[in-house]
């Protein structure tokens, strides 16, 4: 069975970074569209970031444009998503995701379906 695993995730000063990373067993990442979602408490889940399949453009969300990046680490089977400029409001649980139809809605995002798979989150706290 796929599993998707998050890492990175900690306490942030605003305006610090953090690096998130995604990994996963037996699903080869880079053959797939990932995606990065969150969710604050009491809030509903947000796209973050994605990037499709193989050599696929990269999708923000306008609330992380210019301090988020979306990168492959094909060598690792990993997805990292690099967090700078960080703010309060980026407090949330983040979530790694190769679920195409549901990262497909936040932006040109392609890749082959049938690879549902949720990471468990990781933890992003930023405050002073």
């Known amino acids: 069975q796929v599993q998707l695993v998050e890492s990175g995730g900690g306490l942030a000063q605003p305006g610090g970074s953090l690096r998130l990373s995604c990994t996963a067993s037996?699903?080869?990442?880079?053959?797939?569209?990932v995606g990065w979602f969150r969710q604050a408490p009491g809030k509903e889940r947000e796209a973050v970031a994605c990037v499709g399949d193989k050599e696929g453009a990269p999708n923000y969300a306008e609330s992380v444009k210019g301090r988020f990046t979306i990168s492959r680490d094909t060598s690792k089977n990993m997805v990292h998503l690099q967090m700078n400029s960080l703010k309060p409001e980026d407090t949330a649980v983040y979530y790694c995701?190769?679920?195409?139809?549901?990262?497909?809605?936040?932006?040109?995002?392609?890749?082959?379906?049938?690879?549902?798979?949720w990471g468990k989150g990781t933890l992003v706290a930023v405050s002073s």
């Open positions: 037996t699903l080869t990442l880079y053959r797939v569209a």
């Open positions: 995701s190769t679920d195409s139809l549901t990262i497909a809605k936040m932006g040109p995002c392609f890749g082959p379906m049938g690879n549902d798979y």
